[in-house]
């Protein structure tokens, strides 16, 4: 058996959890595409070309940048409303995680319990969790990986989630600007 | 030494380079000095056999102020639901049980793993009623095997203040976040003095920092304040199944996070002595010491017989015994519990596990002479080999 593939999905009625099927953590400095470790700004160029290549690119932050009010986090938000400004994404909040079905509005907030709801009904196709608490962030990226066919992105502070298709770790501001900078030059490059 | 003012230092610090010196303690004192060292915030304390003591000494620990808050709960069950009380608002909790005292709780631990509670507990192990007993048992290690907790089982006194020591910077890491249960045997351990190499007292460990938590704690100055673990069986419908099944397995995929940071400061996930024998013994907790005297007695009669130290019982080191059994024609595993319970996880995962011996085994408080454990290895000694 062939290593286990963190593949864009979708993978079935309930995925493995990929911890589960040996794929680890890439370490300080590295980030995973796929499943694999690679460098840091292999990843950052993949996710660039995803944003860019994308019909419904769509952010969701959560809420580690949705309630923080320190500058540091202002300036959280508004690199991501760049950020999304440069490659026409959309963005839809995850203010909370409580299990709000059936009554969530898919169009205006996603829910990590059924996230489902809110990709299909935006047919989005591109997601980057940004802001997600870690436990939160790896349930609903599995869930998607599960029942849809949108390819995901986590941008996560702490250790990266191997449930993510392409994940960073330790993704502080500066990275985003290093996001911002990447996805610049790609599009000055293809125009 | 005060306790106030202590430097703050890392785990790795407090492992591998800090100042150590020899003193001669009980199972329970070592416990107390880990936990003097560990900068723990709340200790909840009921006391029951043998772990009382241990949860006694953390009670002077707060007494002379290197606990923050201390109490005595109504029972086992609300002491553990006090504790997670106490994580989910952001707190290093300490706490200690064993046998029925466990088995009284018990709901709460596949609870602290599924909230994510970085709680770190002791097992000072002994046997379930009834009829009754206090005696040393092993069992209730296999009650705890799938309730979502790390599992590392000490040897000794050395070990068991090591474990401890290391177990709170593994429990809090974002990637893991759950809860570690150490696990001695109770009385052979916890109540007979060891020399033990303890740190100098001029040191603790750093805070716990729950901002770091893979899930919100309660905080009811930043939001979102609302604790938002609902539940989901409240709602009978496909997505709850699946946002539940999930959770789940996130649960299990932070113990195998947990491997990388346990190897580090463990140095390994098992011991090897003789890795070439024939014979193979394999052990975790004192039935390891049983055993070491055990194949020095049959060296003496021209047996070579190998040794397996278990330390993580969870993760399981699977891998690791599957290479470490590789070439072993016979497998003895000895064992201070009626089940069986590591020969079970043995069992599950070597091949031709028709090598193996299912046994010896003492219960109820039995000790297990290592001359119980030769006998099984003249057995199936395989004289001229």
Redesign the interface.
């Known amino acids: 058996m062939g290593a286990y593939q963190v593949l864009q999905g979708p993978e079935g009625y309930?995925p493995?959890?990929?911890?589960?099927q040996g794929v680890?953590?890439a370490g300080p400095g590295k980030a995973m595409i796929e499943g694999r470790h690679v460098e840091k700004q292999e990843a950052i160029e993949c996710i660039a070309e995803k944003l860019l290549g994308a019909t419904v690119p769509t952010f969701f932050p959560g809420?580690l940048v949705l309630?923080r009010t320190t500058d540091y986090a202002q300036e959280r938000g508004k690199l991501i409303r760049e950020i999304s400004a440069e490659v026409g994404a959309k963005v839809i909040p995850m203010?909370?995680?409580?299990?709000k079905?059936?009554m969530i509005n898919p169009e205006v907030e996603i829910n990590?319990?059924?996230p489902n709801l809110t990709i299909w009904f935006n047919k989005i196709d591109v997601g980057v969790f940004i802001g997600v608490?870690?436990?939160?962030a790896?349930?609903a990226l599995?869930?998607i990986r599960?029942g849809t066919s949108c390819f995901t992105v986590a941008l996560c502070a702490?250790?990266?989630h191997?449930e993510a298709n392409v994940s960073l770790r330790e993704t502080d501001n500066d990275t985003l600007r290093k996001l911002l900078a990447t996805v610049k030059d790609l599009k000055k490059r293809r125009a | 030494m005060s306790a106030k003012n202590l430097k703050e230092v890392s785990t790795e610090y407090m492992l591998f380079e800090a100042k150590r010196e020899e003193q001669f303690m009980t199972g329970s004192e070592a416990v107390r000095e880990a936990i003097r060292r560990a900068n723990v915030d709340m200790a909840i304390a009921y006391p029951i056999t043998p772990q009382s003591e241990s949860m006694h000494l953390i009670g002077d620990l707060y007494a002379e102020g290197y606990v923050k808050e201390y109490f005595r709960g109504e029972n086992e069950f609300a002491v553990m639901s006090q504790v997670a009380g106490g994580a989910m608002a952001g707190v290093r909790m300490f706490t200690a049980t064993c046998g029925p005292g466990t088995l009284r709780a018990f709901e709460n631990f596949p609870m602290w793993a599924g909230a994510r509670l970085p709680i770190v507990i002791g097992f000072m192990t002994r046997a379930i009623n009834a009829p009754l007993s206090i005696q040393p048992d092993t069992i209730e290690m296999a009650m705890l095997m799938d309730t979502g907790m790390l599992m590392l089982h000490a040897e000794n006194a050395q070990e068991l203040y090591d474990m401890y020591l290391m177990s709170f910077s593994i429990a809090e890491r974002t990637s893991v976040h759950i809860p570690v249960g150490i696990f001695v045997d109770g009385f052979f351990v916890t109540h007979t003095r060891q020399k033990v190499k303890v740190v100098t007292e001029d040191v603790k460990l750093k805070p716990y920092d729950p901002s770091m938590s893979p899930t919100p704690h309660i905080d009811m100055e930043t939001p979102p304040f609302r604790y938002m673990k609902d539940p989901f069986v409240m709602k009978s419908n496909y997505v709850s199944y699946a946002a539940h099944a999930s959770w789940q397995q996130e649960c299990m995929a932070s113990i195998e996070r947990s491997r990388p940071f346990l190897k580090e400061l463990l140095g390994s996930f098992i011991e090897q002595q003789n890795p070439d024998a024939p014979i193979q013994i394999i052990a975790s907790g004192t039935a390891v010491s049983q055993s070491r005297e055990a194949i020095k007695m049959a060296k003496e009669e021209g047996i070579e017989v190998g040794l397996i130290k278990v330390k993580t019982i969870r993760p399981f080191p699977a891998e690791e015994i599957r290479q470490a059994l590789s070439k072993a024609e016979k497998i003895i595993v000895p064992e201070f519990n009626r089940v069986g319970w590591l020969a079970k996880e043995v069992a599950s995962v070597i091949p031709n596990n028709d090598r193996m011996v299912q046994g010896p085994r003492v219960f109820g408080g039995m000790t297990m002479p290592p001359d119980v454990i030769v006998k099984v290895i003249k057995e199936n000694a395989l004289f001229g080999v």
């Open positions: 309930l493995p959890a990929a911890a589960m680890t953590l809420p309630w203010p909370d995680y409580r299990p079905y059936p990590p319990n059924h608490h870690c436990h939160q790896n349930l599995k869930i599960g702490e250790e990266g191997e």
